[in-house]
């Protein structure tokens, strides 16, 4: 089960992502950032970690704003070769456009400890009603979610495109278990 069906629930995700008109985007992107705002786990978080949408995932811009609005301490993520995603705190101010790949520069932030961070909400391609996760294939959040504090919150923010039924899965895969679409906060496992 492994690698060709992954590939293939991408292609079908990239598919259906590409059918999504900016408009439906930018409105569903909306609609996950209040549902992302108005849950008792947000609302009760210090640290956020988040991350920088890419430009067909669900746009996170406006969920950075206003966890800072809201006091929080934001943690996005850089990507190490050794020890996988680290976490850096992002200060308020302007952020990078859809289009630029962006991580934050040692030296220029403060790195998070990831026993700090209360909430994290992470990407992916697809996921499933059982919390299964389909990534770009890197593994980074599923090392990240194996090891994160016993406190802290998890979910995935995604379009409701992106729902498929039974995706593969392999031994080292996390399961997520909340998700987050446009019609709001979904909780996953028991």
């Not at 949408?53 to 006091?71: N, Q």
């Not at 992470?122 to 980074?140: C, E, K, S, Y």
């Amino acid at each position: 089960m492994g690698t060709s069906a992954k590939t293939a629930a991408r292609e079908e995700i990239r598919r259906r992502l590409s059918l999504l008109a900016g408009e439906v985007r930018r409105d569903s992107s909306l609609a996950i950032a209040e549902a992302l705002g108005a849950a008792r786990q947000w609302q009760s978080a210090r640290t956020v970690g988040l991350y920088l949408s890419l430009p067909d995932e669900p746009e996170t811009r406006h969920v950075i704003r206003k966890a800072w609005e809201e006091g929080k301490t934001v943690a996005l993520p850089k990507t190490d070769i050794r020890h996988g995603l680290t976490w850096w705190e992002i200060q308020p101010g302007p952020l990078p456009s859809l289009e630029t790949l962006w991580e934050p520069l040692p030296g220029k932030h403060a790195v998070v400890k990831l026993e700090a961070i209360d909430g994290f909400c992470v990407p992916g391609r697809a996921f499933d009603r059982t919390g299964t996760r389909l990534g770009r294939g890197g593994g980074h959040y599923d090392r990240v979610l194996a090891q994160r504090p016993r406190h802290a919150w998890v979910a995935g923010l995604f379009f409701g495109v992106q729902e498929m039924e039974n995706l593969p899965r392999e031994p080292h895969d996390v399961s997520l278990p909340h998700v987050i679409t446009e019609k709001g906060w979904r909780s996953l496992l028991p």
